[in-house]
């Protein structure tokens, strides 16, 4: 053990101090980088939904629901024409699934809903529970 902290010593003492400055200042700069690019690089809450919300409107099936009601994205009653969240019922293989999505990015998509409305929906056939009303290109609501 005292032969290697020795051998280090003496690898350390021959070398400039400016040059071991300059390689740990560059071992800092590379892991910052690293990590900004690992940070910068992840998709945010938005991007993650919206891209589920696609995947299922573009490789889901459709079957038929019905809206059971309209919320604000604090739980309370919604008597807006456009809710924040809407909650929906539908039933596959004898299976009931109680599901909501907030729709409050998409308000131009769930204009003039009706309440016992019957609707469509789109699940993910390998994941009946993951399912949309709405996305970007598809809607499930029959407009009035």
Not at 16 to 22: N, S
Not at 93 to 102: F, M, R
């Amino acid at each position: 053990m005292t032969s290697t902290v020795d051998h280090l010593k003496q690898l350390l003492h021959d070398r400039d101090p400016r040059l071991i400055a300059a390689v740990l200042l560059s071992v800092l700069v590379l892991g910052l980088l690293v990590w900004l690019f690992i940070r910068w690089r992840r998709p945010t809450a938005e991007e993650i939904e919206h891209y589920r919300r696609e995947r299922v409107a573009i490789m889901g099936r459709i079957c038929d629901g019905v809206i059971v009601d309209a919320r604000t994205l604090n739980g309370e009653d919604s008597f807006s024409p456009t809710p924040e969240v809407l909650v929906y019922s539908y039933r596959l293989a004898g299976v009931t699934y109680n599901c909501a999505q907030d729709v409050s990015h998409l308000a131009d998509r769930v204009l003039g809903f009706r309440i016992d409305q019957p609707i469509q929906v789109r699940y993910d056939p390998r994941n009946p529970g993951n399912s949309i009303l709405v996305s970007e290109s598809w809607s499930g609501l029959r407009q009035k």
